[in-house]
């Protein structure tokens, strides 16, 4: 009864048949518009007698209507709800006329009209009253101010049941993106800060937000949100996860990909370190317990062997639910999943050396609260209750195999977002870097010369990579020195190769240690470099589509409509095609462009291992590299090439 609770902590020594506390309950019905909380207070038992004694006082009729009405053998509840609905907003009162205004009054004044939508089962109409009535008034309350709280928490546990029984995707169908929006910023405003809505609630609210902008496919939106609150999501929820990771792939966000990517891989090394110390852990906790039964043993010795509770209790903890045989297992020989339960096990039954009230069932079914606590004093029972609370801080929830398989899946899913959405962010980048190079690097250079560097440099290379190479692919990689001619086909490619191999010799010349002239001039050339990957590709799939009746739509990123599926060779797929359009599609469609000997993954393998090589680098638009940097990556661009050409098939 929050009505009455409120009136005593007011008035002190008021009583529930008071004419004061009578008037209370009007002022909430009818200036608050608390409809549904002065009907909890008349449902009351003990408030019938208070009615029955006010029937004759006009000024509480409406009370005595209620109390009537909660009275009555009315057996339908729509017939119930629509008297409740008239008398809180009139007789002419149509609660499907969503745009009428309503006699009520107060901040709470569309609860119970809420409330009805909600408890009818009307799911469409209870979304239009929030965006047209609720969600403008609860956007506009106070959440340092007491009762602007406690509003807000009503209209956010009805939103919360309407939210869980919109779940269901034939009904999440009529939700409308405005609405997740409005959704999304009621809770950025209000909700987020308010205390009297509980950290669960919160958590429960994003969580079901987050499924409704995957469905909706607000996918940035979504990733928005997550970066927003991510203290409230619970990365270790797999459906959490599989929503995150489904909005992950079409955000075209390589920051806020990185942020989850990192958030994930903290769950990930919470299991590993957790499987790593299980043994030290198990070995301080029964070590604990075996010295607590050896107090017991020295101070109550007696008693146990005599037929007494301590006995019983000593005899139930330790043997009958297997508590000593346990803490006396080889550890280091069982296998996880057996080292997982017991501990857990061990960390549950600790507790009885610190209070008596906690319950144990034995094997054999057995239900007791062995009070230990009173056997070993208070002191010992904190000392395990610290060293529990320690190691319960460490343990994970149940089900640590299946989270394990399923955070790294995401984790993998995750590292291939990245390496797409860092190549798509790289070509506009590698493109800026070129245009700046354009105004410095004015002098020409001797195609003849640079074309005899060129060759010198690609035959000379050898399959030495941080990726192993099979016997296959050495002898693939070996052939394709001699193939520089497949490389060039695309004039772009040897113009870039070409100039990109003829300065590289000159800085090499001309280098001088810790001049920065000499680390913007080697950001330069490699950005050709980079950029020659970007056009051999883009030349190749031409190619392959003009030899082929018909292949897969390649995915651009366009401005206006996002990520939009075009033809090879289309207008949209020379102006806005990059690196990481590429990389998806080699992903997805790569075994169509390869020989028939070559493993697309492996292909795929030693194009992220290059693009890890420019990401560790730091290069962009506003960097400078190092000599030794771009010496790196101007080696391992150069290997790619040559496995492209390798193992593509034209």
Known sequence: MDIYQEFSA????AYLDSEEFLDYMLRQWLLKGRHLDVCHVIDHPSFTKVINECRDDER??????????????????SQ?????????????????ELDQDTKAKGDWRYHLWFYFFNNEGYVAESWQLFNLKIYPLCATLNNTRADHMQTLVRYFNELSVLMDKTRDPDILESVTKKTIMNLYDLFLQVVHNDTLIDFATKRSFCKRLIHMMKYKEMHSVGLEFYITFKDLFDLNDIPTVISLVNLSKFAYDYHAVHVLHGDMRTVQYRIEKYKGDIVSQLTKISEYILRMKNVIEEHHGGKINEDSFIQADFNFFFYECEIEEMCTANFSELPFEDQDAILRNLLNAMICFYKADKTLTSEEGNVKEPALNLLIGWELGNEGMKLRNRVLSLVPDEGIEYREIMITDALIQLDEFLTEFYLKDLSPDVEAVIQKANQYDLEPIDPKQAMTLLEETFTSLHPQSALIFGEEEKERFEKAGRQLPRLLRSNEVR???????????????DFQPENQQSSQKATFIIADYVKAVEEFFGHELVKTRGGKQ????????????????????????????????FYHYISANGTSLLKENVDKVHVVEYLTHWVNSIRASSFGKEAELKIETAQVLRRETMILLRRLVADFAN
């Open 80 to 96: 119930y709800n629509e008297t409740l609905l008239a008398l809180a907003y009139g007789e002419e009162f149509d609660p499907f």
């Open 60 to 77: 509480y009729a409406l009370l005595v209507e209620l109390s009537d009405l909660y009275g009555s053998e009315i057996t339908l509840a």
């Open 550 to 581: 018909t292949m897969p739509l390649i995915d651009v990123a366009m401005p206006e409509s996002g990520l939009t599926s075009v033809e090879i060779g289309s207008e949209e797929y020379y102006h806005y095609v990059t690196l990481g359009s």
């Open 495 to 509: 113009r870039l190769l070409t100039t990109a191999e003829a300065k590289w010799r000159e800085l090499e010349k």
């Open 10 to 13: 007011r008035h002190f020594g």
